[in-house]
């Protein structure tokens, strides 16, 4: 069943003005989702890879599963920080025709950096779950996790992903996001929260103390922590403890 959007947007009156890492970043988080604690069919899926500490400690906290849904950012040709949009699981994309206009970036050009990205997002899904089937979110409350919105291109992706899969309520969640960015999410969801909405903004690393790289390993971990429970895998099973990712192909 698809409903109708009820977007809206809350930030925490006593939020810090810079969280401390990605894992105190979820738990200031979780303090706004406590209306989804315990509350039954509700999975917390984060996005690979800064997401995913965030996502594990909102699902802790809410008692819920928590899996990743990983989505690529499509960065410009010669200038990959910048977006100019995204792909979701699923195949899904998102352009940012602002950024593609102004560069004047080809069909062709746009459509190459979609496929190579394409096949990178297929194999960290493998490999971050590790054998696990995916978490069932069609009829689902699902609660969609990043550390931090810049762009919002990787989120837009994964929200229009994830609607297309017919959840029951769709929540977008992040600690930190411009108001500009977040209003962009409404259409995508029911619920968009975040704890910290700085004016100006400037980055997502500037409201956190660290904010160094989650690396493979710690996604797998984390995932693997919460995964064992939904999956029954036995005391001393090597789930989560799969191959590193390697390297991708250039």
């Known amino acids: 069943m698809v409903k109708h959007p009820r977007s809206t947007t809350q930030a925490r009156a006593t939020s810090p003005e810079r969280f401390v890492d990605r894992s105190h970043a979820g738990r200031v988080l979780a303090e706004l989702l ?11 899926l984060g996005l690979p890879r800064g997401g995913v500490p965030v996502a594990a400690e909102v699902a802790r906290s ?8 990983v989505v690529r950012k499509l960065g410009v040709p010669g200038r990959e920080e910048l977006a100019m949009g995204a792909i979701a699981s699923g195949g899904l994309q998102v352009r940012n025709e602002e950024v593609i206009g102004h ?11 979609a496929a190579r990205e394409a096949e990178e997002l297929r194999r960290r899904e493998l490999a971050y779950r590790v054998g696990r089937p995916a978490l069932e979110v069609a009829g689902s409350v699902v609660i969609l996790v990043d550390d931090g919105l810049a762009t919002g291109s990787s989120m837009r992706a994964a929200a229009a992903a994830i609607r297309q899969k017919e959840p029951e309520e769709l929540v977008v969640a992040v ?6 960015r977040l209003d962009l999410l409404r259409l995508a969801s029911d619920t ?9 903004f400037n980055s997502v690393g500037e409201c956190y103390v660290d904010f160094s790289q989650t690396s493979d390993d710690e996604v797998r971990r984390l ?4 995964g064992a429970r939904r999956s029954g895998a036995a005391p001393g099973s090597r789930a989560g403890q799969g191959p590193r990712i390697p390297p991708r192909r250039t």
Request: cysteine-free.
């Open 103 to 113: 560069l004047r970036i080809s069909d062709e050009a746009f459509s190459a950096v």
């Open 223 to 226: 995932v693997s922590r919460r």
């Open 192 to 200: 968009v929260l975040a704890a910290l909405m700085p004016d100006p």
């Open 62 to 69: 809410l008692g819920a599963p928590l899996d990743v849904f």
């Open 175 to 180: 600690p930190t996001a411009p108001r500009k």
């Open 34 to 44: 406590g209306a989804y604690r315990h509350r039954p069919g509700t999975v917390v």
